[in-house]
């Protein structure tokens, strides 16, 4: 260890969580960020006596690395990245960097929809049910800044594509694969099997004694499982067919069954909304299962869950008019899954940074929900090239224009849904700052 360099590419939350683990463990330690660091972020380094730099990527002090740990944000293709990987620098993530840190079990959740519901609900039962258990990965704070801090027996650890990306010695305990819809393809040069390929380092050196929990209704999920030997326990899950060991719904009923454990519990006392939280519960309760938490506390979880911040959350009604903000709808089937459990007359508000969107599939649900569009976005052209044939669509800059169009075109019992279909970056920080935004904006109508 002694002189090893770790060099941090990236100072937000991640990049800041890795260096004060890095630090910790006695490495020599830099952080570099090409943007601006916060001032939270700046103070937290400086009182742990780490080096930092911003606005620049200073080669000299980055390519003499042991290693560098890349945050998720930062692009394979980055210059910087390039000359690393040239000069034969190994570039991992935070996530790898800090499991070699704790020997807690790693329950790890990953997909194109419904991850962070699924990685907080299973956080909710295990805390419910007495687990020394923390949240952390692409929700809440960072893998690495709680093994630093905290000693928890259990993490339930959302994983993005980004992360799994520069991923290689890490393993789950229990994967969990929801769902894979093409999202992020501007990231993988527009090939969705690329994204297919960085989904599936979920189950990355998964043994007989871990476990894959993995929806079976999924084509892209049983296309790749075919092409596959998968070395630890399979329990599938489906809306659709009965499953013999995982779970399925029945009716009005879903049904979990792991090596002879099984309970059942109806649909109607689950406390989210929608088929596909009925997807998120299956998942949650196996890997429960799999734990071994009690029939009783997993269904107890199950029915107290009040949700995610950002993901359909009914706001507040002004005029009779439901306002649900769904700002984590980041990608085109997330908007599909808003659109079909939403049974008002629906104005949409969406847009932003688009990733490579085919908006095709949400034309038939557009016709027959929505009654007009309000795009939001520096540049909107591919919400009006794809809906203004059959939708009146409303080009608007800022979310206070966002809302306030929304609100004149709504009359009482109709719906306005935030649900972008893409990143939130050209007018907001993220996807939490559009979704707070708007909640704002409809607090001051």
């Not at 930062?74 to 960097?97: H, L, Q, Y």
């Not at 030997?229 to 599938?236: D, K, S, V």
């Not at 099984?262 to 088929?275: A, C, K, T, V, Y």
Request: glycine fraction near 6%; proline fraction near 2%; include cysteine.
């Amino acid at each position: 260890m002694k002189g090893k360099r770790i060099v941090i590419l990236g100072g937000g939350i991640s990049g800041v969580g890795a260096a004060i683990l890095a630090k910790k463990q006695g490495f020599d330690v830099f952080v570099s960020e090409k943007a601006h660091i916060s001032d939270a972020d700046k103070n937290r380094l400086i009182n742990a006596d780490i080096l930092f730099e911003e606005e620049q990527h200073s080669k000299n002090l980055i390519l003499n690395a042991s290693e560098i740990i890349k945050s998720p944000g930062i692009p394979d293709k980055a210059d910087i990245v390039k000359e690393a990987i040239t000069n034969k620098i190994p570039v991992i993530s935070e996530i790898e960097f800090a499991s070699r840190y704790t020997d807690a079990k790693l329950i790890c959740i990953t997909g194109s929809n419904g991850k962070t519901t699924t990685t907080q609900l299973i956080y909710h039962i295990f805390k419910q049910a007495g687990y020394n258990v923390g949240i952390a990965g692409n929700v809440g704070q960072s893998f690495a800044l709680q093994v630093a801090d905290n000693k928890f027996d259990y993490y339930v650890l959302e994983l993005s594509s980004f992360q799994l990306d520069n991923m290689y010695e890490f393993k789950a305990d229990v994967a969990v694969l929801l769902n894979i819809t093409p999202d992020h393809l501007d990231r993988y040069n527009y090939n969705f099997q690329n994204y297919i390929n960085s989904k599936f380092r979920i189950i990355q050196n998964l043994t007989s004694t871990d476990s894959f929990i993995f929806c079976a209704d999924d084509e892209q999920i049983q296309n790749e499982l075919s092409k596959k030997t998968i070395n630890a326990q399979m329990f599938p899950f489906s809306v659709k067919n009965e499953i013999p060991n995982g779970a399925y719904k029945h009716k009005n009923q879903i049904h979990f069954n792991i090596n002879s454990k099984q309970f059942i519990m109806e649909n109607s006392l689950l406390s989210i909304e929608g088929d596909h939280n009925i997807y998120n519960s299956m998942a949650a309760g196996l890997a429960a299962m799999i734990n071994n938490i009690k029939n009783e506390e997993i269904k107890k979880s199950l029915s107290g869950f009040t949700g995610v911040e950002h993901r359909l959350e009914k706001y507040i009604k002004v005029r009779g008019i439901q306002f649900i903000n769904d700002s984590k709808a980041t990608n085109v089937n997330s908007v599909w899954y808003a659109l079909q459990t939403i049974n008002d007359p629906i104005v949409l508000i969406m847009g932003g940074t688009d990733k490579g969107n085919d908006y095709g599939v949400l034309k038939d649900l557009v016709k027959r929900k929505v009654k007009a569009i309000v795009a939001l976005g520096l540049d909107n052209q591919a919400i009006f090239d794809a809906f203004e044939d059959f939708v009146n669509v409303y080009d608007t800059k800022s979310m206070h224009e966002a809302v306030k169009t929304a609100y004149q075109i709504a009359y009482e019992g109709d719906a306005v849904l935030l649900s972008p279909a893409c990143a939130s970056f050209d007018l907001f920080e993220n996807y939490e700052d559009r979704g707070t935004q708007f909640k704002n904006e409809v607090r001051n109508l």
